[in-house]
Each structure stands twice: as C-alpha cells, then as structure tokens.
C-alpha cells in the first residue's frame, strides 16, 4: 500500500522561503513520476512541479525560477524548494505518484505578512 506524507507548510511572510517535504512508503520513489500539486480556496488543484524517473523536472509557468523540485533516494523522500513566496502561493500543496494515483494527505502554505 502507498502512502505519502507531507510536512513542511505553514505561515511564510512574502518573499519568504520554505521547503516542503514528502515521505513515502510501499513505493520507491525513483521508479516513478512524483510531482507537487496544490489547490487554492475555490479553484482547481493545479500542477506545481514534477521530476520523472528520468529526472526530467517540468515546473509551472507561475513558479519558474522560484521552485525547485528535488528528491533523496536514499530516503524515499521528495522535496519542493520554494522561494520568494508570493501571497498567490498560498493554497494546501499535494505530493502525488502519478503512475499510482496516489496521493498525500496536502500541507498548508500561507504567504502572508
């Protein structure tokens, strides 16, 4: 059974930094395509960042140059550098394996002064 989990959220003050990170168990995390995704009060959960087994990250048009995407191997552990938060960013951010549609349980991000 795959299951992932998410730490990291909280108040982050704009232009603020913050990592998010995500567990998993009963899956390796390298075989497969894992991503962060994350869902803002009365809109659709949207796709932040992603990175294949190929290491192909693919990020979107709104985090650019802001967010990185990462993971430890070892640890079975994915990451979601984010930098110069933008009160835009706040939302619940997802970790998710795509090729198991499995999802976490989301961690709040709020980008407020």
């Known amino acids: 059974q795959v299951q992932l989990v998410e730490s990291g959220g909280g108040l982050v003050q704009p232009g603020g930094s913050t990592r998010l990170s995500c567990v998993g168990s009963?899956?390796?995390?390298?075989?497969?395509?894992m991503g962060w995704y994350r869902q803002a009060p009365g809109k659709q959960r949207e796709l932040v960042a992603s990175?294949?087994?190929?290491?192909?990250?693919d990020f979107a048009e709104s985090v650019k140059g802001r967010f990185t995407i990462s993971r430890d191997t070892i640890k079975n552990t994915l990451y979601l550098q984010m930098n110069s938060l933008k009160p835009e960013d706040t939302a619940v951010y997802y970790c998710?394996?795509?090729?198991?549609?499995?999802w976490g349980q989301g961690t709040q991000v709020t980008v407020s002064s």
């Open positions: 998710n394996a795509r090729e198991k549609n499995a």
């Open positions: 990175i294949t087994s190929a290491s192909v990250r």
């Open positions: 009963g899956m390796f995390f390298r075989f497969y395509t």
